[in-house]
């Protein structure tokens, strides 16, 4: 059996920017550490977007930069100067290559390429086993979600943030490759929250996404059927399908660090990194890795590695809002982007706001929904 002091079960966003981190602060280059995943890590799998003000650690990956973004619903168009942010994109294999190329030069760090069977905690050490072999550690990363935490219980609502996305190149320019729409609330709502998603990367090419926050996914054929009834309505009848891209995201405020132990620390979608009002993982993830590392450097309790902020109440107004009445999604960010202040907006959803400036966002939502939902959330804590 090999032992490390440290097993990423699972290499998702969240445990690659983690170990990227370990590395670059050259505090752990006596520990051994093991990364655990049947997924090489290979394929352009995914596509990451965030917004920043100045060049982050991921500049390497990133293909594609706006400075203003559309909003829309089925009564207004408003274009969005996002300054002093960058909408930036990332594809999956670009940010893949970057951590696996800095990883593979490191001689303290294995990659294997295995699924993981089983997880066995004692009193000091985690034991791995996987279809071929065990493995053990003093510390472990787990990153397989586990749906049934969320699912199994009616404290904290859970929706699903869904979505099918067509990378397609037209015979001719239709797209303004400097704007990306960020919200496109036009289609048809259905009784849920949904809306389209363009990532122009050139006058030919976009990445068009049809996505949804709600309980129940769709078939294939429904989304696919939505984003070429959208395409009809941006004119755009002859063009070629790139790539596919499909995916959905936990959406709750679950607190899944309580399943954290001595040497167990639940990370990314498993931990409850994923900003849970909105589905954004890539700058949520980025922060928390920030802070696992800096947390390793001194710690060694994994059960202490967590902290609740307002924010985390805020998120959770707006999922039992959506909970109950899912189709007031468009209305609420429509609210919140037709009035408000964009770059202030971004600031709050990166939790970087003073309560201040929380209240000049908050209150351009609808009111009544809100101050509803902290009624009826206040009676079942």
């Not at 706006?66 to 960058?86: E, G, M």
């Not at 259905?190 to 990367?201: D, E, S």
């Not at 049809?210 to 696919?224: I, V």
């Not at 966002?361 to 509803?372: E, H, Y």
Request: proline content about 3%.
């Amino acid at each position: 059996m090999k032992q490390y002091d440290y097993i990423f079960a699972g290499t998702g966003l969240s445990a690659l920017m983690t170990v990227y981190k370990m590395v670059l602060s050259k505090k752990f280059q006596t520990k051994r550490i093991l990364l655990l995943d049947v997924n090489a890590k290979q394929t352009n799998d995914r596509t990451w977007c965030f917004w920043d003000q100045k060049e982050s650690l991921w500049e390497p990956s990133v293909s594609k930069k706006w400075n203003s973004v559309v909003f829309a619903n089925s009564d207004f168009t408003k274009n969005l100067d996002l300054h002093p942010y960058h909408y930036n994109k990332i594809q999956g294999l670009d940010f893949y290559n970057q951590v696996l190329n800095l990883i593979a030069k490191q001689k303290n760090i294995d990659f294997v390429q295995e699924k993981i069977l089983e997880l066995e905690e004692s009193d000091s050490i985690v034991l791995v086993k996987t279809e071929s072999q065990s493995f053990s550690c003093t510390t472990l990363f787990n990153s397989i979600y586990n749906p049934s935490l969320a699912t199994n219980q009616t404290k904290y609502p859970l929706l699903q943030q869904h979505f099918l996305g067509w990378f397609i190149q037209t015979e001719t320019p239709i797209f303004n490759s400097e704007q990306a729409t960020f919200m496109d609330f036009s289609v048809e709502q259905k009784g849920n929250t949904r809306f389209m998603y363009i990532l122009p990367t050139s006058p030919t090419e976009a990445l068009l996404e049809y996505t949804l926050f709600s309980k129940e996914l769709l078939s294939k054929e429904e989304y696919e059927a939505e984003i070429e009834k959208y395409l009809q309505q941006l004119g755009i009848a002859q063009y070629n399908i790139i790539e596919k891209e499909v995916g959905t995201i936990p959406m709750t405020c679950y607190p899944f660090w309580k399943h954290n132990t001595k040497n167990v620390i639940n990370i990314g979608t498993a931990g409850g990194w994923t900003k849970a009002s909105t589905g954004f993982t890539f700058k949520n993830a980025n922060k928390k890795s920030s802070e696992l590392v800096s947390f390793m450097e001194t710690h060694t309790d994994g059960r202490t590695f967590h902290s609740k902020t307002k924010f985390w109440w805020y998120d959770l107004l707006l999922l039992d809002i959506l909970d109950q009445k899912n189709e007031t999604g468009s209305a609420i960010f429509s609210a919140l982007f037709e009035k408000g202040n964009a770059p202030l907006i971004l600031k709050f959803l990166d939790e970087e706001t003073s309560f201040w400036e929380d209240l000049q966002v908050i209150w351009k939502c609808p009111k009544g929904l809100f101050i509803n939902a902290l009624l009826k959330r206040l009676f079942r804590f």
